[in-house]
């Protein structure tokens, strides 16, 4: 099994930044790639990007490309989301998840980018 945490959500304004942590730990060694979802209150969860931890390639949804960008430390098994020019329909609960052929979530952290 993996365990995820994320941290580093918060309350920011329009045009600000966040940067999302998840931090990975139990069999790190068998994760193929991490991704980040979120879910808007009474809206399905939906994918904001994704890493290849071998890799390092990295894919977008379209809402989010060129303002949001993922990236990966493998020492620190530790997978970031730096979020710039935030926007108010960013606001949701963030998840971090990993596929070991298995996929694991974190609990979620809360982004709320007020206008």
């Known amino acids: 099994q993996v365990q995820l945490v994320e941290s580093g959500g918060g309350l920011v304004q329009a045009g600000g930044s966040l940067r999302l942590s998840c931090a990975a730990s139990?069999?790190?060694?068998?994760?193929?790639?991490m991704r980040w979802f979120r879910q808007a209150p009474g809206k399905e969860r939906e994918f904001v990007a994704s890493?290849?931890?071998?890799?390092?390639?990295?894919y977008y949804a379209d809402s989010v490309k060129g303002r949001f960008t993922i990236s990966r430390d493998n020492a620190k098994n530790t997978m970031y989301l730096q979020m710039n020019s935030l926007k108010p329909e960013d606001t949701a609960v963030y998840y971090c998840?990993?596929?070991?052929?298995?996929?694991?979530w974190g609990q979620g952290t809360q982004v709320t980018v007020s206008s």
């Open positions: 139990g069999r790190t060694f068998s994760m193929n790639f």
């Open positions: 998840g990993v596929n070991t052929g298995e996929d694991y």
């Open positions: 890493i290849s931890w071998r890799s390092g390639n990295t």
